[in-house]
Every structure is written in C-alpha cells, then in structure tokens.
C-alpha cells in the first residue's frame, strides 16, 4: 500500500456499532431498538409493494414520504430531506453545512459516530464537556464555530436538553447552521421541529429506526429551511448515492401515516422506563434522568465492565462504553418489554 494511503487509513478511527449476536434467546438490550414490532399497516404496505412494483425503480425524489414526513410535521415537502437511516442522512449534513474555517463544536460525551465523520470529512472539531450532571450547557458554545450538532436526548446520557434552551442557543447563534439529532426525540423530549419555521440555521434529524420500529429498514430524515435542504440535495446528487427504496419507503409512509400505532408504541416504551428505572434505583443504582428508549446507569460499588460481562454469561447484553473515562462506570440499557426488563432485574439481583 502506498504511504499517502495507509496514512488516511491508519488515521481513521471507525465506528464501533454495537453487537448484532447472531446467537438465539439472548435479552438484546444494547442498540437502543424498539422492543415492539413496526405497526401492522407497515407489514400490509411491504407485502403490497413486494407484490406489485419491486420489478420497478424507486422514486429517485420520494415525493411521497417527503409528502408523509412533512405532513406528520405540518411542513412542506421542500422542508425535508430523506437518506438511508439517519446515518445516512448526517453524513450528508456533515458534507453540506459544516465544513467552515472555524471547528465543528459538539458535547465530549456523545454520538460517536460524530468525530468519526470528522475524521473522513476532514472537518475540525472541538468538544465541549457536558456539566458535572452530564448536561449540555448552551451557554459553553457561544465560540466561534463551523456549526453546532448534538443530539436531544442526548446519547449515551439520555438526558433531555429543554426547548427553552435550544432556543436561547439559536438566538445567539445566527451565523452557523444547529443541527439537533433527535434520534430518541419521541420518548420523552420536546421536539425543535416546532422551531425550524422560525430559524433558518436550525436542522433537526430523525430516524425510524427507533420510535416507529423499522432500524432494519434504513430510513431516516432531515427537516430545515429549503435552502438547507437544498444544499443537502446537491451532495446527495453529486454523489449519485442511492434513493430510498421501494421497501424502505412503503414501510416508512405507513409507519408515518399510523400515528395511532405511534403514540400507542412510544408511550409503552416510556412506561417500561419508568418501572425500570424505580427498580434500578431500588437495587442501588444511580440513573440519569432519561428522555430516551434507553437509561445509563451505574453502581457505586460495583464496576460496570464487570456487570456488563456478568450479564452477558446471563444471556443479557447491554452496552458498556470504556471512552471517554467519566462514563466507564456506567452501562446504557435499551428499554425493552416489562418481561426482558424484569428478567434483567432478577439478573441484576443474582450479580449483586
Ligand atoms: N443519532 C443517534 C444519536 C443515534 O444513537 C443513532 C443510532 N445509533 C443514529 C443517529 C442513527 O440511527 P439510524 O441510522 O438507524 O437512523
């Protein structure tokens, strides 16, 4: 390998996704997915679109989920931007709206595969710690910058960022594009989506992959003033990347459409946290307040590694996160079904 090449691989640092086991009968509360299937109408609109049009070429535009997202979020079409999982859809933000001469700013403790696309993009960076109670303060990122991104509810952490305070953030950053992941936005958070009307720099990504079910499918979105989403386009077509297929946007308009089955599902989830939390704090556990399908948890006298791999023996698996050190002593916990979370109590109990 040449030397320019093994330099720009060696200098990357990948993203570590967590574990997808492929062994049966495990308690899989680590991915953050949802633990109940996508809404019945998904399925129909799968096995219709399996039946009639797979033999056809997807919408190179999806105007019809653009129509569903923008409908769901009382926006226009021309306010939203669709990719392949959110992921997807950061990678292009990453590309478009913030690569400038001052650095990206985002949280020390967050999504990792923030400083990833950093790294792939070349974008500087700076972090900002997170207050002593694992907060952001908008505040610590009135500097000069290249842009501001981070997610609400933030992860690991699941702590909620206030709108109020989003908003404060926006009024005294005018000059560079916000963008507020709300991947776990739906289970407890108040959504900036509300706000884009009003501020041109602000960007709010979504996914399916966790409120409305559907990680498997890849389908995520950006919502923000048309010339935002504009510039998001550009990259998408500079870069031929794929559109949404037909699967992926049948399922995704129906998921949209059935917001019966949405509010039944997240409110579910939601009330599972909170039993979960009351019994983790009853075994001594300090939990962080949580907006998210997941809490973050840690013992004052036990090692969170040490649990970690004393419940995968158990067949539980949940994430551990050695980086940065403030965080080794906790473990992030999916919030699954009342049954895997009582089972993981009575596992709990048993280790300590
Ligand atoms: N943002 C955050 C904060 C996440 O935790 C995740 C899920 N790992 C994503 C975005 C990406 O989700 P997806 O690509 O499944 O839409």
Redesign the pocket.
């Known amino acids: 390998m040449s030397k320019y090449w093994s330099q720009v691989v060696h200098g990357l640092t990948p993203y570590t ?1 967590g574990e997808q086991p492929k062994i049966a009968n495990l308690i899989k509360l680590n ?2 997915e949802n633990p109940y299937g996508p809404s019945p109408k998904v399925l129909e609109a799968l096995r219709g679109e399996a039946a009639d049009s797979l033999r056809l070429y997807p919408d190179p535009n999806s105007d019809r989920l653009k129509q569903a997202i923008a409908e769901f979020h009382g926006l226009t079409p021309a306010q939203v931007f669709v990719g392949n ?6 990678a292009h933000v990453f590309l478009a709206l913030l690569k400038h001469d001052a650095p990206l700013l985002f949280p020390d403790i967050t ?1 990792s ?1 923030y400083p990833v696309y950093c790294g792939l993009y070349d974008i500087d960076y700076q972090t900002v710690p997170l207050t002593q109670t694992f907060e952001i303060n908008v505040d610590d990122y009135r500097v000069a910058n290249g842009g501001i991104i981070f ?1 609400n509810p933030n ?1 690991p952490t699941g702590r909620v960022l206030a709108l109020s305070e989003i908003r404060r953030l926006l009024d005294a950053n005018t000059e560079s594009v916000v963008v507020i ?1 709300e ?2 936005i739906d289970f407890g958070g108040e959504s900036a989506v509300t706000l884009v009307n009003a501020y041109p720099q602000l960007l709010v ?1 979504h ?4 409120s409305r079910s559907l ?1 498997g499918l ?3 979105y950006a919502v923000g003033h048309p010339e935002l989403i504009d510039a998001l386009h550009r990259v998408k077509d500079s870069f031929n990347s794929y559109p949404i297929d037909r699967f992926a946007s049948a399922g995704a308009v129906a998921a949209m459409e059935d917001v019966d089955y949405f509010e039944a599902t997240r409110q579910r989830v939601m009330a599972s946290r909170e039993k979960l939390v009351e019994a983790m704090q009853a075994l001594g556990f300090e939990v962080l307040p949580s907006g998210a399908n997941f809490i973050f948890a840690r013992h004052p006298h036990r090692d969170a590694l040490g649990l970690t791999t004393a419940l995968r023996e158990r067949s539980i698996i949940v994430r551990h996160f050695k980086k940065p050190a403030r965080i080794d002593q906790f473990m992030r916990i999916t919030v699954g079904t009342d049954e895997e979370c009582e089972a993981l109590i009575a596992a709990l109990k048993d280790i300590l």
């Open positions: 996704p991915t953050n999982g959110s992921d997807e859809v950061l999504y595969f997610p992860a992941d991947a776990y990504t996914t399916l992959s966790k990680a890849r389908v995520g």
